[in-house]
């Protein structure tokens, strides 16, 4: 078992869909990341948690620490949201470094 | 916005041959990773380096890899000898880590896609 897992691990939408990411992890961490990376592209950092809710934009970030347990919600979706999308954690006893979860596919189709 | 500069964006080499990537990190920052996405393995850590100074480097294969920050505005990632099982997009990412396991995101930079052939 990974210790970062997220489903679903390809979604596809119609524009204008409410979208919602899962990442479950197994450790103790000390911080989440979501990061978002377009076909043949860099990778962006999105988001860092380490609890409650965080916003930017038509991305939403939240975190339960209790259930080991994130989503990345994107409201209003659009074409160019299409991506991979990336949950990873720092846990509490492997320093900075990141654990990767498979990431998502996401495509919105117009 | 501030940025993580890699050079070169792609690399095309024969098997054999040296290679160096560079990265130039956030001014700022104090910690630097050096990370490995392939299609097989996803995204990978190789090493790290915190205030210049290499904190992890376990999942580098040390016998033709090497990480290096010679100064805080430049870190580098060499392969020799590079083989096709090099062939991947190689990442750097600049953070600052405050103690206690506070701080920032990370900012990666834009890779550098090396073949080897």
């Known amino acids: 078992k990974n210790e970062v897992e997220q489903s679903p691990q390809n979604l596809t939408a119609q524009e204008g869909e409410f979208i919602t990411i899962n990442c479950s992890y197994s450790v103790g961490i000390s911080a989440l990341h979501w990061l978002q990376q377009h076909p043949g592209g860099g990778i962006v950092s999105l988001f860092m948690?380490?609890?409650g809710k965080k916003k930017h934009g038509r991305l939403i970030a939240t975190i339960n620490i209790q259930e080991k347990h994130s989503s990345l919600h994107i409201t209003a979706s659009h074409p160019r949201d299409s991506a991979v999308y990336i949950c990873a954690v720092r846990s509490q006893t492997s320093g900075s470094r990141l654990t990767f979860g498979e990431g998502t596919q996401l495509t919105v189709n117009p | 916005d501030a940025r993580v500069t890699q050079t070169p964006r792609h690399k095309v080499t024969e098997m054999g041959q040296e290679v160096t990537m560079r990265c130039q990190p956030i001014?700022?920052?104090?910690?630097v990773f050096w990370y490995r996405q392939t299609m097989m393995q996803g995204l990978e850590l190789l090493a790290y380096?915190?205030?210049?100074?290499?904190?992890?480097d376990s999942g580098m294969p040390k016998d033709r890899f090497s990480a290096e920050m010679p100064d805080a505005t430049l870190a580098t990632l060499k392969i020799q000898p590079s083989e096709p099982r090099d062939s991947a997009v190689y990442f750097c990412?600049?953070?600052?880590?405050?103690?206690?396991?506070?701080?920032?995101?990370?900012?990666f930079g834009s890779g550098t896609r090396l073949t080897v052939v």
């Open positions: 990412a600049s953070g600052l880590v405050l103690p206690l396991g506070r701080g920032y995101g990370y900012t």
């Open positions: 948690l380490s609890s």
């Open positions: 380096f915190r205030n210049r100074a290499p904190l992890d």
């Open positions: 001014l700022g920052h104090n910690t």
